[in-house]
């Protein structure tokens, strides 16, 4: 996680939760909202819900791995949770990471990419 820190404290995750805007799949749900920072933070949350400790640790390796890989794509400056929902651990890496891709363009936070074969 090269431009982004951890999220710990409970107020930050709660003042996401009421005034951050969200957008959910089917197995994840995603809160976010702007900062003026140069960095993001990142909070992951995955509940008992989902499965037992090695079931919760998996899922949130995954969800790790996939914000790590697409970090850069996001634009800067924002606090972001994700939350894993029961699906999560029954649905392969790959669709994970699409509904994670899906749910962030959803709410507009992927930075725009200059197309394949673009000069300018």
Do not use: W
């Not at 914000?67 to 029954?90: C, H, T, W």
């Amino acid at each position: 996680m090269k431009f982004s820190v951890s999220m710990k404290k409970n107020h930050e995750f709660r003042r996401l939760y009421t005034k951050g805007k969200s957008a959910s799949t089917p197995s994840l749900v995603i809160y976010f909202r702007k900062t003026n920072r140069d960095y993001n933070q990142l909070g992951i949350t995955v509940s008992t819900k989902v499965g037992k400790a090695v079931t919760r640790n998996l899922v949130r390796r995954r969800l790790r791995e996939i914000y790590r890989l697409n970090e850069e794509r996001l634009i800067k400056g924002i606090d972001m949770v994700i939350v894993a929902r029961q699906k999560s651990p029954y649905v392969s890496y790959a669709e994970l990471e699409k509904a994670y891709l899906y749910a962030c363009s959803r709410l507009g936070i992927l930075a725009e990419e200059p197309k394949s074969g673009d000069n300018g």
